[in-house]
């Protein structure tokens, strides 16, 4: 059975960092697509950033310069490293992992962010 966990939600202060996880088990997150999204209250779903089972990485305009997408193969796990945080960044951060050749696409369940200011 496949499962994907998101961690390492907290509450921050504006300007403060934050690394979230996203671990999975059943599948090989190096073999996947893994993809993070956010979606703040009252906002639609966001993509936040995503990283190719290549390597490539991709940004919303939105995060850039300020958030890193890594993969540590090791540990089947995929961080978002947020640095400078705002209060818009506020938002539940769900990891989205779609296996290479796969039929179907996972879904953690969320990871609250929350940045006051």
């Known amino acids: 059975q496949v499962q994907v966990v998101e961690s390492g939600g907290d509450l921050v202060q504006s300007g403060g960092s934050l690394r979230l996880s996203c671990s999975a088990s059943?599948?090989?997150?190096?073999?996947?697509?893994v993809t993070w999204y956010r979606q703040g209250p009252g906002k639609r779903q966001e993509l936040v950033a995503s990283?190719?089972?290549?390597?490539?990485?991709d940004y919303a305009d939105s995060v850039k310069g300020r958030f890193t997408i890594s993969r540590d193969n090791t540990k089947n796990t995929v961080y978002l490293q947020m640095n400078s945080l705002k209060p818009e960044d506020t938002a539940v951060y769900l990891c989205k992992a779609d296996p290479d050749g796969g039929l179907y696409v996972y879904w953690g369940q969320g990871t609250q962010v929350t940045v006051s200011l």
């Open positions: 990283i190719s089972s290549g390597g490539d990485t």
């Open positions: 059943g599948i090989i997150l190096s073999d996947s697509a």
